[in-house]
């Protein structure tokens, strides 16, 4: 109810004023009471019934509610009207493709539970914040796929990057794989001034038919900013190091060994950065620093249409006076 009436407008606030006149005629009545009506005088006490008392109370309230009647008509000559608010959002947002690693590297543990899990999490929660902007998903190893095309439901983005899995491609880490996929899909199907590309790798190029050095040519030929984030600790790290009989990972302590020299060139020649995270924490705030960096441009317009809700206090004035006139006829001490 309060917010209610937060969002009224009057559009006739000096018919407001008149509501001073309910407090002078209050008073210039009960000065003619006194005067001229300083006794009540009755014939015969013979009609008075035992529920008289409440009949004189019930009596006594007709000028209270012919005065509450007065004040709704007096609100309703101020046109109170409801605001209906509409915002209008323009949004320059930016497309931005997430290129992830599944080399079998990124379920080493150094990240509790592992790499993949940590990147997977933490890429969500920057999806959630960015609902203006169009963000796909590419995931590689040994070749490059689009998990997800550029679209802004931020459900079916989170859901689909959690199914991304190691070991469903041939293993490796073709970087140069990775990045030209999402350069392609940003080629065709973007149209945005800002085009972004969010590479999360842990490893060596060491796979593809596309270097990373030609992939980011492709990546300045069209305009596409890399951000490079290399996910590991420094040294060694329990890596899967091979597969038994059953074709499952077996772990052993590895060497770390991240292409950073690479990372670091394609990232400032396309106008991005590189970053290095050793843990969770880390790739946290790299993801707000590149959020910062790359801000959407938000124009907010707000319009404001107007209900007429006069019919209210109208309705409620007509209420009092019925129910005077009721107890009037009903209440009336005088008549037995």
Not at 75 to 87: G, K, M, N, S, V
Not at 208 to 235: F, H, M, N, Q, R
Not at 244 to 273: C, W
Request: charged share 20%; net charge neutral.
């Amino acid at each position: 109810m309060t917010n209610w009436f937060s969002n009224i407008h009057w559009q006739e606030p000096w018919a407001l004023l008149l509501l001073l006149v309910i407090p002078f005629l209050w008073y210039q009545n009960s000065r003619q009471k006194k005067i001229h009506f300083s006794y009540f005088r009755i014939p015969s006490a013979a009609f008075i019934t035992e529920n008289s008392s409440f009949r004189i109370l019930m009596y006594k309230s007709i000028p209270i509610l012919m005065y509450i009647s007065l004040a709704f008509f007096i609100l309703a000559l101020a046109r109170p009207q409801y605001i209906l608010r509409e915002e209008k959002v323009n949004a320059e947002g930016i497309d931005i493709f997430m290129v992830l690693d599944l080399s079998s590297s990124m379920l080493s543990q150094d990240f509790e539970p592992n790499r993949l899990e940590v990147s997977k999490a933490v890429a969500a929660e920057f999806i959630k914040e960015r609902k203006y902007d169009r963000i796909g998903i590419v995931g590689f190893a040994g070749e490059g796929f689009t998990q997800c095309p550029l679209t802004v439901d931020q459900n079916i983005l989170i859901q689909l990057l959690s199914e991304m899995e190691c070991g469903n491609l041939e293993d490796g880490t073709a970087i140069g794989m990775g990045l030209a996929t999402a350069v392609n899909r940003l080629k065709n199907d973007s149209l945005a001034k800002s085009k972004v590309i969010i590479l999360i790798t842990d490893g060596v190029n060491n796979a593809g038919e596309i270097s990373p050095d030609l992939a980011s040519e492709l990546a300045i030929t069209y305009k596409v900013k890399i951000y490079s984030i290399g996910v590991g600790t420094k040294g060694e790290a329990y890596s899967p190091i091979g597969r038994n009989h059953q074709g499952e990972y077996v772990f052993g302590m590895a060497p770390v060994n991240i292409d950073e020299q690479l990372l670091h060139y394609i990232s400032t020649r396309t106008g991005g950065k590189y970053y290095r995270a050793i843990n969770k924490e880390q790739l946290k705030e790299i993801y707000q620093e590149i959020d910062k960096l790359e801000k959407t441009k938000i124009e907010v317009r707000t319009y404001k249409r107007y209900s007429e809700q006069y019919s209210i206090f109208v309705f409620c004035g007509i209420f009092c006076l019925v129910l005077a006139s009721f107890i009037r006829y009903y209440f009336n001490p005088l008549i037995p």
